[in-house]
């Protein structure tokens, strides 16, 4: 057989050949919509390419990208590593430090910045040290006002740049495409290097009818940041397959998102559960057409049922959970149906779907204990390990690789159980469950429960140290606005639900939950915080 | 990344592991339909896997099948390969002296063979060289009467090995898992071989939503032979997507065929035009619900269009035509609307439909002429040539490959327009062409349009060596039982449709037109046979 490698390049070709009329549609302000199709966006894309070729990227040069989801990221996403380079997605909501850090560690040659993101940036420039170029993207040709030099306007270098320019036929398929950097509980973020054929792997598992099933003539729009693990990779599958494509920009607004929906005829999209809450809230004030969509994909942190329900049942929306990480490029697993769920009970897969759902083709998932497997019963936990070709094998120059990377697998750190029908369902973070007297309690478990309580907000549940028991629960509540209770009602109410050791020992009443910068509980800080607490 | 392999191994286990109670169901005889579950299947194939190393497979070792579509033969698909081995699927339809050619050639050292196929082979095997055992695939542990040694029953071997078989881990995935030949226009059989990642990736592209969208819930019934190009890769697929797999066994016909539609709610089937032309005079005269079926997908030589016509209207079912050889595993494209078609005439929609289709991903055609690639005017006729991860690369220890593979491409010797929309339509072989004056005659136009006379069976139109012109047009036509008509009728006919310098110079009626073992027009031997004939 042929040894033709699995390469980006040939996505980008495909669109051209095949699709040259489809469109991108990106949101660049919110007066603000470009159309571009794929003929134009493959002539950008190779301009861009021979732009920053000129400015010095060579076979393995990192560029880093702090940008919004666009047709000039898209456009980099492929320039980049067609060329043979590498594009690092920088997250832009990680702390000045750390994106600090994750530059200089990448050692990123060039940056391409979005205009308004610029003046974010531009006072870090010079502790950035292998930064040789800065790219400004955004409409028109000027330049933000600074005093750096070596500031160039993407369309200037676009308007610049010749016909003609060649991706080289000679990529290898393990060639690195692109990165990106996940925060870690302590020390710097960690990197994650995606080569073409994980990328090319996984947007074509991507197109499979059993998993998302992307398409010609779907119309995609992620709302998930596409500097934020890929854009969970549908942009780069979208371009392979045609599809159209709607990209929100800086633009994440309920109002604005649900207004593409209608307005673009968007068929599928995909983002955490807080835009989904927010698009709920807003289509409760503000009716929209969404019947255009054929599904919704939710990763990132659980989804609440009441959400998966609601857009269900009232608006008729397939609402599937994914699960994923940085380090799996990210899909692993979707809570799409099998055949026998179709006669099942609403309630049955309502449950079905809140899991993170069945292992998707060419991934394979074991959740393990001390004893190896564990059984199919929904019920005993262990921790979900993860291989295959579009999961990472190491840490960017990290020595933590060691702590992750085990026997061929990568342990998530994630706990987990599998339903009787093989579907995971994840249970709560290794650091975060909680040893009481030799068994484990569910902290995740706990802070759902306690979070279809009519009065609160927001929980979290974290352990405290025990000289009895090792570890017990303490529960930490933000109620909602106006609202009042007492401890002893929080508890009463658990008492109903899990065994009697499962509840937690105390409660304690605080005005908010701190978060990491992706809307994470920060555990640590909760139990640094109150580690003089009483229990 | 991980260098995880993609390896056919990986599909049993998926198999087992989330589709232990789907299907496969198999008809062996007429009155005998098997059904297990691909936990049966999985526990059976490494039975298989198990009793074939005993009897001295080994890495690498050829092992021929002779086989009907059962789940024995399916067992044998991933038992051979997942060991290590190469699963030579012998064609039944070649001739004595070619089978006995392919066997020596590919150096079979097991063969597995259907009871109802053995007393076939069994003369023959004598002059097999490298043969060592038999294996007797048929239901029950008898064997047929013979004075062989050397010959197993399958059940007898499944039933004496143990439990516990593991697939080796360490396999390639560019080793040999496969192989076919295929017939030439003269000589004996080429062969192909398909490597582990060949199958894999073509397996996963039957999958996409784009493609034939193979799923879970799907019900697929392969009615192309296990024996030809793995059964289009219907097989492979289904077990990793744990489709329940209806399998006709020897019982082609269309009335058994439609049967098992109706009873076993098939979704999606596969076979050549002459099966589905078959089917639809049976439907005729005998009505079956075939409501279950999504799609009917059709290849192996052009499709009538009034056949896909009659299927999409009258029985409401998608007629898909696909193009691929041997050489292809077979998939390169097929006849899929992309979104603008949506909303076209029922007319055009149909001229689509009978194309030969969209390139999938992943693989890469064009239509070449002295000039380049053709303009994409649905006019100008080409060569067409494929590459990509599935297509083959040579024929196995063959000096022939020099004249097909070429600068990394497969030269298919199918001459080729591309419609404007990218849709390749193949109009003739570069060996049927008729070269008139210095421009070419596509005799497969010509025969198509006979073929729409009411009288006219069949016909083949050849080209016959021309003083003036070099070559012109000669057709060779088969009247329907009881029809009488004039060469001067067909010819006038036929001038409403072509350019004059098109329509044939001569007709000459035929009893029958001389074909192939897989039905195809032999027109090397009408040309033989009619090469005194006056123009």
Chains 1, 2 share one sequence.
Not at 493 to 517: H, M, N, R
């Amino acid at each position: 057989m042929m040894q033709t490698p699995l390469v980006l390049t040939d996505f980008v070709k495909r669109a051209e050949r095949y699709f040259p009329k489809k469109l991108i549609i990106s949101r660049t302000a919110e007066d603000t919509i470009h159309r571009i199709t794929y003929k134009e966006f493959g002539q950008r894309t190779r301009k861009l390419a021979a732009a920053l070729t000129k400015l010095g990227m060579k076979r393995g040069t990192k560029v880093g990208s702090f940008a919004w989801n666009h047709h000039r990221h898209l456009e980099a996403y492929f320039a980049v590593p067609c060329a043979g380079a590498v594009l690092h997605m920088i997250n832009i909501r990680l702390s000045p430090e750390h994106i600090i850090y994750i530059i200089n560690h990448a050692e990123d040659e060039i940056l391409l910045i979005d205009g308004d993101l610029f003046p974010l940036v531009e006072k870090a420039i010079p502790l950035l040290k292998s930064v040789k170029h800065i790219v400004v993207m955004q409409d028109g040709l000027e330049l933000p006002e600074t005093n750096l030099d070596h500031v160039h306007s993407y369309e200037q270098l676009l308007a610049e740049a010749g016909e003609g320019y060649e991706f080289p036929e000679d990529l290898d398929e393990n060639l690195p495409a692109g990165m990106c950097y996940t925060s870690a509980t302590t020390g710097f973020p960690k990197g994650v290097v995606y080569t073409h054929r994980s990328l090319v792997l996984h947007s074509i598992a991507l197109g499979l009818a059993d998993s998302l099933g992307l398409r010609e003539n779907d119309v995609a729009m992620p709302v998930v940041p596409m500097f934020h693990v890929n854009a969970w990779g549908m942009p780069f599958a979208a371009v392979n397959f045609g599809t159209t494509q709607v990209l929100p920009g800086p633009m994440f607004t309920p109002a604005l998102l649900l207004d593409l929906i209608e307005q673009e005829k968007v068929t599928l999209t995909a983002g955490v559960p807080t835009i989904w809450l927010g698009t709920l809230k807003e289509l409760e004030q503000k009716p929209r057409d969404i019947s255009s969509l054929r599904a919704i994909v939710c990763g990132g942190s659980a989804s609440p049922k009441g959400l998966i329900q609601a857009f269900e049942e009232k608006y008729k929306v397939p609402f599937i959970v994914g699960y994923g990480m940085t380090e799996t490029t990210p899909i692993v697993s979707l809570s799409t149906y099998t055949s026998e769920m179709e006669q099942w009970s609403k309630e049955k897969k309502l449950d079905i779907r809140a899991t993170q759902g069945l292992t998707v083709s060419l991934v394979e998932t074991r959740i393990i204990n001390d004893h190896g497997e564990v059984p199919w019963d929904g019920k005993t936990m262990g921790e979900l390990k993860i291989r295959g070709p579009w999961i990472a094998d190491e840490y960017y120059h990290d020595e933590r690789t060691a702590e992750a990377f085990k026997d061929g697998w990568l342990y998530t750190g994630d706990i987990a159980v599998m339903t009787p029908e093989g579907y995971i369902k994840i249970t709560d973070r290794v650091k975060d469950l909680i040893k009481s007297g030799g068994e484990w309690i569910s902290s995740v478990d706990l802070e759902n429960a306690l979070m279809t309580h009519q009065d609160v907000f927001e929980a979290a549940v974290i352990a405290m140290p025990d000289e009895k028991w090792q570890e017990r629960p303490l529960a930490c509540v933000v109620l909602k606005e106006g609202r009042k209770t007492t401890k002893e009602a929080l508890l009463s109410y658990l008492e109903g639900q899990f065994a009697k050791w499962w509840v937690p020992d105390d409660v304690v009443f605080l005005s908010e939950i701190p978060k990491t910068s992706v809307g994470k509980f920060l555990k640590a800080k909760l139990r640094e915080d109150l580690k003089e607490q009483k229990l």
